[in-house]
C-alpha cells in the first residue's frame, strides 16, 4: 500500500480511488496512469471544503472498494459511464457516482501535480497545457486602453 497522504481519506479509500482512477482514466499513450505519478497525495485539497458527511460517506464508499476485486470496479466504472440504461433510482446512484468520483479523479489527473517520488511528465504536460494568470490590474490597463 502507497504511503498515506490524507487527512481526509484513509489508507484504503486512497488505494481503492487509484485503482478506480485507473479505469476512469486508464494509461494510453505517453499518459501515465493515475496510481503511477500520485496525485491522490493532493486529494485533501479537493476535499477539504467538503461537508465533513460527504467527505465520511465517500471514505466508507471507497473503503468498501477497497474490498473489491477489479471486475466489480470495472463494472461500478461502466456503468457510472451509462447510468442511463438502468432503471431509476439505480441510474440516479450511478449518474451521482459518475459525477462524484469523475470529477475528483479528473481534478487531480489534470491539475499538473504529482507525487513526490514521480518524475515523469503529467498528463497536463503530454498535452502542454499551461495555466496563464493575469492580475486583474493588468487585465484593467488593457481594457482602458
Not at 491539475?111 to 495555466?131: N, W
Request: glycine residues 6%; negative net charge.
Amino acid at each position: 500500500m502507497p504511503n498515506h497522504y490524507s487527512r481526509i481519506l484513509g489508507p484504503k479509500a486512497c488505494r481503492a480511488l487509484e485503482r478506480v482512477a485507473d479505469f476512469i482514466v486508464p494509461v494510453v499513450d505517453d499518459y501515465p496512469s493515475f496510481a503511477e505519478i500520485g496525485c491522490v497525495e493532493h486529494v485533501d485539497a479537493i476535499l477539504e471544503n467538503a461537508p465533513p458527511k460527504d467527505a465520511a460517506d465517500l471514505n466508507l464508499f471507497l473503503t468498501v472498494l477497497y474490498f473489491m476485486p477489479d471486475g466489480v470496479l470495472r463494472f461500478v466504472v461502466r456503468n457510472m459511464e451509462k447510468a442511463d440504461t438502468w432503471f431509476e433510482p439505480v441510474a440516479t446512484t450511478f449518474r451521482l457516482l459518475d459525477l462524484g468520483l469523475r470529477g475528483l479523479v479528473l481534478s487531480l489527473y489534470y491539475s499538473g501535480k504529482h507525487g513526490a517520488d514521480y518524475k515523469g511528465k503529467t498528463p497536463a504536460d503530454v498535452i502542454e497545457f499551461s495555466l496563464n494568470r493575469v492580475p486583474r490590474q493588468v487585465v484593467s490597463t488593457i481594457e482602458a486602453k
